[in-house]
C-alpha cells in the first residue's frame, strides 16, 4: 500500500510562486508514475502534471509550473511560478504503478494511489 503525504500549500499573492512537496512511502518509488491534479471548490478534480515516461503539462499551467522527482527522497514536487487566482484549490499527489500510455495520464481513474490534498490560494 501506497501513501502519499503532500505539504507546501499555503496562502500566496497573484504572481508569486510555491513549491508543493509529496512524499511517497509503501512503494517503489521508482517504477511509479507520479501526478498533480487540482481542485476548485465545486469543480471537477482537474489534471495538472505527470511524470510518466516524459513529463506532462496541462496547458493552462506549461511554462509556469514544473514538476520534478527526488528519488533518493521517495518525493514528487510542483514549483509554481508566476501564479495567479484562476490556479486556487486542493492540490493532490497521485501515484501508480506501472507506467501507463500518456494520453492516459489526465484520466483520474487510471491513479491508484492519492494524497490527502493541500490547499493553495491565489489572491489578486
Known amino acids: 500500500q501506497v501513501q502519499l503525504v503532500e505539504s507546501g500549500g499555503g496562502p500566496v499573492q497573484a504572481g508569486g510562486s510555491l513549491r508543493l512537496s509529496c512524499v511517497a512511502s509503501?512503494?517503489?518509488?521508482?517504477?511509479?508514475?507520479l501526478a498533480w491534479f487540482r481542485q476548485a471548490n465545486g469543480q471537477e478534480r482537474e489534471f495538472v502534471a505527470a511524470?510518466?515516461?516524459?513529463?506532462v503539462y496541462a496547458k493552462s499551467v506549461k511554462g509556469r509550473f514544473t514538476a520534478s522527482r527526488d528519488s533518493g527522497k521517495n518525493t514528487v514536487y510542483l514549483l509554481m511560478n508566476n501564479l495567479n487566482p484562476e490556479d486556487t484549490g486542493a492540490y493532490y499527489c497521485?501515484?501508480?504503478?506501472?507506467?501507463?500510455?500518456?494520453?492516459?495520464?489526465?484520466?483520474?481513474?487510471?491513479?491508484?494511489?492519492w494524497g490527502q490534498g493541500t490547499q493553495v490560494t491565489v489572491s489578486s
Open positions: 509503501g512503494g517503489t518509488f521508482s517504477t511509479m508514475a
Open positions: 497521485a501515484a501508480r504503478s506501472p507506467r501507463i500510455v500518456s494520453s492516459s495520464v489526465g484520466t483520474p481513474s487510471v491513479w491508484t494511489y
Open positions: 511524470l510518466n515516461y516524459n513529463p
